[in-house]
């Protein structure tokens, strides 16, 4: 049995079924839902012998080979809050470094020396990933063993992701884990805004710092509040606040966290009645093993919209008042339990695919790609499925679908995806060929963060 003292907590992964590149903008809302594969992040404090205590805290994410990180942790002076080393385990390992986990373990120690005088205990940390993260040979075989959580036999730089937004899923589940383990009821909870609110504005500040970039934002909200229509935080907020370490920067963070500085206040909108998803209709999620990747296409994006703001800001608009319809119809067919004509919904997503194919032809960005294209016409043609797009920035990587809830349509799918002939589709303007094509096993959600049951079975065999 796992131990009580043990604190568990789990955040969705992502999908931007539309408002990819507007989203980046606060003039404009992209629908994001949460997904059904979370990251969990279980944290206890570390088990010393002889009494001694280091300042230690041992993250481990057992599915992978040799992925265990070891931080020491002090607290500075100046204000400079709580500054994180990761320690060799021998002199003749080399430092392999994960700068999500780094990143957030200063942020949120820091954030909590700011609400205790207390020291900070050593914790030990496990990180599991639901299997669809990953492709891998061991999770299939997993998968069809209905093992939520497989061991993938790689180290975590081989694995080969799938696109759900991993990074920020994790950042916010292992914030709001060490927040739980740390501060007393009084000072944070889940079950209410005010700690939701702190959370997600702790994770965003963390997770920016850690991918070096400010992002629009989009994945931390949703893995923090769940599927919902997002406009995102004015960039200004997290650009020039120093790093842990620096002078004052334990007082900054805290007043950034808790909006306690007029020019500071979060402009994050999270309207979470704005979505919904009527009961027959389901998210599928195909993932393309693609043989590269395309960088920089957000910046590419923007290059043109900047070059050529008349044409952009038209698309944009228009392309923003589609999402927005698509949105609504969803709304309005959920609340119209008995309703079931999906032609108003098909044309939302009819018109979404035009305008961003639009915006590939005009930016010269592989948005759509010819090969998604032909497979998200096909995949429409199935009786059941309702359309399709390319989620988030687009490109090769993945396809999501919205079907009716019906077994018979999903095996269509899988009929139908499992027969793909790739090799027809291999882009005619140098983009990368495309690998097999499979059916991820995830769908919408709508809920966010939670605490969830360390008596879970799926913990059982991880967590010794
Ligand atoms: N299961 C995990 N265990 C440990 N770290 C993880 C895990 N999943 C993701 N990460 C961290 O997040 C990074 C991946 O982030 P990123 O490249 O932004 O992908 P994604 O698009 O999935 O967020 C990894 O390099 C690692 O630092
Ligand atoms: C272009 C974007 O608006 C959406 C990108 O969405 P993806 O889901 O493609 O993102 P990654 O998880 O980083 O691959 C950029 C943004 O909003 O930050």
């Known amino acids: 049995m796992v131990g009580t003292s043990i604190t568990a907590v789990s955040a969705p992964g992502k999908v931007l079924l539309a408002g990819g590149y507007l989203v980046l903008d606060r003039d404009f809302t992209g629908l994001v839902f949460g997904l059904d594969a979370r990251i969990h992040v279980c944290i206890e404090k570390l088990k010393t012998t002889n009494g001694v205590d280091l300042q230690e805290i041992i993250v481990k994410s057992p599915q992978f080979v040799g992925a265990v990180w070891e931080y ?28 999500f986990v780094e990143t957030t373990l200063s942020y949120a120690l820091t954030y909590i020396s700011t609400l205790t005088t207390g020291a900070i205990s050593p914790a030990s940390i496990t990180i599991l990933a639901d299997n669809s993260y ?53 000072k944070f909870s889940l079950d209410n805004d005010l700690g939701k609110s702190r959370l997600h504005n702790l994770a965003q500040a963390a997770h920016c710092a850690a991918q070096g970039k400010v992002g629009s934002g989009f994945d931390v909200a949703s893995a923090v509040y769940g599927s919902c229509l997002y406009r995102r935080f004015s960039p200004s907020l997290l650009q ?50 693609c043989g590269s990747q395309t960088p920089g296409m957000v910046k590419k994006v923007l290059e043109w919209r900047k070059r050529e703001p008349d044409e952009a800001e038209m698309l944009w608009s228009q392309l923003h008042s589609k999402n927005e319809a698509l949105a609504a119809e969803l709304k ?26 639009d915006m590939s032809r005009l930016s010269d960005v592989p948005i759509e790609p010819t090969p998604q294209m032909a497979l998200l016409d ?37 009929k139908l995806i499992s027969t793909w002939k790739v090799e027809a589709y291999k882009d005619g303007e140098g983009g990368p060929s495309i690998g097999k094509v499979s059916l991820l096993a995830v769908r919408e959600e709508m809920e966010g963060i939670r605490v969830e049951n360390v008596q879970d079975a799926s913990y059982e065999k991880w967590i010794v």
């Open 240 to 289: 020039n606040h120093g790093s842990p370490g620096s002078s004052n920067f334990a007082k900054d963070l805290k007043s950034l966290i808790e909006e306690t500085t007029a020019s500071h206040k979060w402009d994050t909108e999270i309207l979470k009645d704005a979505v919904k998803v009527p009961s027959g209709i389901r998210l599928i999620m195909c993932d393309v093993d």
């Open 378 to 414: 096909a995949c429409s043609e199935i009786g059941g499925v309702i359309g399709g797009v390319v989620p988030g920035a687009g490109g090769y990587d993945a396809i999501a679908l919205l079907v009716e809830d019906k077994k018979s349509v999903i095996s269509n799918v899988q």
């Open 134 to 186: 990953y492709t891998t040979d061991s999770t299939l075989k997993d998968q069809s063993n209905n093992q939520k959580f497989s061991s993938f036999g790689v180290k975590l730089s081989e694995a080969h992701k799938t696109g759900l937004g991993s990074s920020a899923a994790l950042v916010s589940s292992l914030t709001g884990a060490l927040l739980l383990h740390y501060l007393p009821s009084d």
């Open 332 to 357: 309005r067919l959920a609340e119209e339990a008995e309703n079931t004509d999906y032609t108003k919904l098909k044309q939302a997503i009819t018109d979404i695919r035009i305008l961003i194919r």
């Open 72 to 99: 020491g942790y002090r607290s500075t002076e100046n204000n400079g809050g709580v500054e994180v080393t990761q320690l060799r385990v021998s002199s003749q390992d080399k430092l392999l470094r994960n700068p």
